[in-house]
């Protein structure tokens, strides 16, 4: 019986740290797009340049709008 309950304890644990884990990463991965988003303004603008298209400013506005929606 002793054996079953260290068993108990060690999986109980693990799955403890697995999920606090998880939601640490997460906080830690949100805090780092927000301070280093993977897309800027200049390399949409360079995208569109390249597809043929000459961008405006409210183009570039709501692509980075969209892209935001996503990060949060």
Do not use: H
């Not at 079953?4 to 830690?28: M, W």
């Not at 200049?42 to 692509?63: D, L």
């Amino acid at each position: 019986m002793a054996l079953f309950l260290d068993i108990l304890k060690v999986v109980v644990g693990f799955i403890a740290g697995a999920v606090v884990g998880f939601f640490i990463a997460r906080n830690y991965m949100k805090k780092y797009m927000k301070k280093n988003p993977p897309i800027n303004e200049q390399m949409i603008k360079a995208m569109m340049t390249q597809m043929g298209r000459t961008p405006s400013q409210k183009q570039v506005n709501q692509m980075m709008k969209s892209m935001n929606k996503y990060m949060d």
